[in-house]
């Protein structure tokens, strides 16, 4: 890669420079997260970068660059590199202590919202909770989609809870959502019940730990480890959710591509009469939506 001193300092002769260091450090996909970076470093689209090809770049600027790459060549996801993330329609804060939000978290907000609309609750003041809120990104979208919601968030760690709080005042709905420090249902007062409870738990198995990519590796454990078979936290769940889920209430949650037999089984083991899983983009089972029915 080579230093600010040299003469190449055109916008995209450090891009191609970029790439070039990506590639040689074994990085997959080179092009695409050499301009994730630059496009990060200077807010622009990905079209601007070509667009403006000529434009020279500072040589703190460059600095800057060169240093972004730098850690994305030791792993380091690049959403932790800029500090933020892309989910549904807006952007978050996030820190290597939250998990990255990901594609195939937007399609359980999705099914939440369509649920609402469904059901004819839009102008109902519902009830949320989100449990494991990590960055905030699901209490955050459904407070935005469903501005008559008033949303609970709960998390088992200080940081999270501090970027989440962030990102719900970035996102101006700050005044709608309730940040707790809890383990799952623990710190919820007795007698709290809620029309919608949703989450992304942690769902992956000690085999799956082991085999993580190296980019993965960098997020939180707490996040991804969901027990020895990868489904312990979720049972937990589906078991202590009936306790503070309102008369007709939904459960949504988010399931690892191969649990949905084991996932299913729990359900009806513990009681649950009413639920559906539905597949993700890619195919694979993603999402569950059940109701408790006595």
């Not at 092009?31 to 970076?37: F, H, K, M, Q």
């Not at 030791?74 to 329609?89: C, E, H």
């Not at 359980?108 to 989100?130: H, M, N, R």
């Amino acid at each position: 890669m080579k230093t600010e001193k040299s003469s190449e300092r055109t916008l995209q002769a450090v891009l191609n420079e970029g790439i070039q260091f990506l590639t040689e450090h074994g990085i997959e996909q080179a092009t695409l997260l050499a301009e994730r970076l630059l496009q990060g470093l200077l807010d622009c689209k990905r079209f601007e970068l070509y667009l403006n090809s000529e434009q020279p770049l500072s040589s703190p600027q460059r600095e800057i660059y060169f240093s972004f790459l730098k850690q994305r060549a030791k792993n380091i996801p690049s959403q932790y590199i800029l500090g933020r993330a892309d989910f549904m329609d807006f952007t978050f804060q996030v820190t290597p202590s939250v998990l990255i939000p990901r594609p195939e978290t937007e399609l359980l907000v999705e099914k939440v919202v369509q649920t609402v609309d469904s059901a004819g609750f839009e102008t109902k003041e519902l009830e949320i909770l989100d449990v494991g809120t990590g960055s905030g990104n699901i209490a955050v979208s459904l407070a935005l989609y469903l501005p008559k919601a008033s949303v609970w968030a709960v998390d088992i760690s200080d940081e999270a809870l501090q970027v989440a709080r962030l990102n719900a005042m970035r996102n101006e709905v700050g005044h709608r959502i309730r940040f707790l420090r809890s383990d799952l249902f623990q710190a919820i007062p007795s007698g709290k019940r809620y029309d919608l409870i949703v989450s992304n738990p942690p769902y992956l198995s000690e085999r799956d730990m082991q085999t993580l990519a190296p980019e993965i590796s960098h997020e939180p454990a707490a996040a991804l480890f969901g027990g020895p078979r990868g489904t312990e936290f979720i049972e937990r769940f589906i078991t202590e959710a009936p306790g503070f889920l309102a008369e007709s209430g939904g459960l949504f949650f988010e399931i690892g591509a191969a649990q949905a037999a084991t996932v299913t089984d729990m359900l009806e083991r513990w009681g649950w009469k009413d639920f559906e899983i539905f597949k993700d983009y890619s195919g694979w089972n993603r999402v569950v939506m059940a109701r408790w029915k006595i």
